[in-house]
Nanobody, 123 residues
Framework: QVQLVESGGGLVQTGDSLRLACAAS????????MGWFRQAPGKEREFVAA????????YYADSVKGRFTVSRVNAKNTVHLQMNSLKPGDTAVYFC????????????????WGQGTQVTVSS
């Protein structure tokens, strides 16, 4: 049974940083690309960042490029999202997701999803 558990969310102020973590179990972690998505109240879920299984390729939404960094430690079955220079527009529930295909990582058709962690950025 695949489980993805996010942690690290919270309430911060504009300009602060947060580091989200996603712990995976029940899958061969290095064989799965990992993605981060977010959903704000009243909005559709959107792609944030993704990383290939070996960690050699990363992808970012234009809105977070230069501020967010995705990384993974395959030996620990963990993927991180370092978020710097946070803005109120980053307020959302952040989800990690896993997919076996290493292509089209910006698409939302991931096979496994976590429950999400709330990030709130106050102005």
């Amino acid at each position: 049974q695949v489980q993805l558990v996010e942690s690290g969310g919270g309430l911060v102020q504009t300009g602060d940083s947060l580091r989200l973590a996603c712990a995976a179990s029940g899958l061969t972690f290095s064989s799965y690309a990992m993605g981060w998505f977010r959903q704000a109240p009243g909005k559709e879920r959107e792609f944030v960042a993704a990383i290939s299984g070996a960690g050699g390729s990363t992808y970012y939404a234009d809105s977070v490029k230069g501020r967010f960094t995705v990384s993974r430690v395959n030996a620990k079955n963990t993927v991180h999202l370092q978020m710097n220079s946070l803005k109120p527009g980053d307020t959302a529930v952040y989800f990690c997701a896993a997919r076996s295909s290493q292509f089209n990582l910006m698409r939302g058709d991931y096979g496994y999803w976590g429950q999400g962690t709330q990030v709130t950025v106050s102005s």
